[in-house]
């Protein structure tokens, strides 16, 4: 097991703006529950990982929104190959014309990571963001780069839809690796939703390994009232030369 093959972010997405946020996934989006500030809102993620090379691997995360407070916890396991807890908590902090949203995470085997990330704007907005671990082997729900700069920018013009596109890359370790996403979450009626997150990425493996590949994959939500179910294909998973698919379904609660 190396450390790159878990080099893997810490990005996920606010539900209005899809903004990057470190501590979940981009393919993981939530947001702030609104509607009762009182009431806990709960999501459930169970995942599966068939990756070429690799052993499947499963991911079990359990997320708590209180207001603008959202804490997690989760635990992957690839065979007996690779265990991890992990543990995190993010807060988005309303300023005027800004979302400020700063994580911490933890994990077992000494992984500790932290970032900040704005959301600048309403119909339409900017994004930016910065992320810093402390190089430990870490896993999570997303494969872009733990050490990294965020920038794009999104708009809620259309009626129904948000947009957004931006780009993760690594700003620490010299390995070129960067990532785009162009984000898409459609909201048909109250009771459904499509995202749908193109992603193209390139860059080596790590300094040391001028090999260098690239390519676009693609994850797929559908929500249906509390329910929901994702895929994405990865061609290039950790940038290695590695095909990964993923599956999960969960439930709000």
Not at 114 to 136: H, M, P
């Amino acid at each position: 097991m190396t450390k790159t093959l878990f080099r893997v972010s810490l990005v996920a997405g606010f539900l209005g703006g899809c903004l990057p946020v470190y501590g979940q996934s981009a393919a993981a989006p939530a947001d702030p529950k609104a509607a009762d500030e009182e009431a806990i809102v709960y999501k459930l993620t169970p995942s599966f990982y068939r990756t070429t090379n690799q052993p499947n691997a499963v991911d079990l995360n359990l997320r708590a929104n209180l207001a603008a407070h959202t804490a997690w916890i989760g635990y992957y396991q690839r065979s007996s190959e690779f265990q991890q807890l992990r543990v995190g908590y993010e807060d988005t902090i309303p300023l005027p014309f800004v979302h400020l949203t700063p994580s911490l995470q933890y994990a077992t085997r000494g992984f500790l990571g932290g970032s900040v990330n704005a959301e600048i704007g309403e119909r339409w907005f900017g994004l930016l963001g910065i992320g810093r671990t402390n190089l430990k082997d870490y896993f999570n729900l997303n494969f872009d780069p733990n050490d990294a700069v965020t920038i794009g920018a999104g708009t809620r013009a259309l009626p129904n839809t948000t947009l957004s596109v931006f780009q993760i890359r690594d700003d620490r370790l010299g390995t070129g690796q960067r990532v785009l996403h162009l984000v898409a979450r459609i909201k048909p009626n109250d009771r459904t939703r499509w995202t749908f997150d193109v992603f193209y990425k390139e860059g080596r493996f790590s300094k040391e390994d001028e090999t260098r590949v690239h390519g676009t994959g693609l994850a797929v939500t559908y929500d249906f009232d509390r329910y929901f179910v994702r895929m994405a294909t990865d061609p290039h998973v950790n940038f290695t030369s590695d095909h990964m698919v993923r599956a999960s379904v969960g439930m709000r609660f």
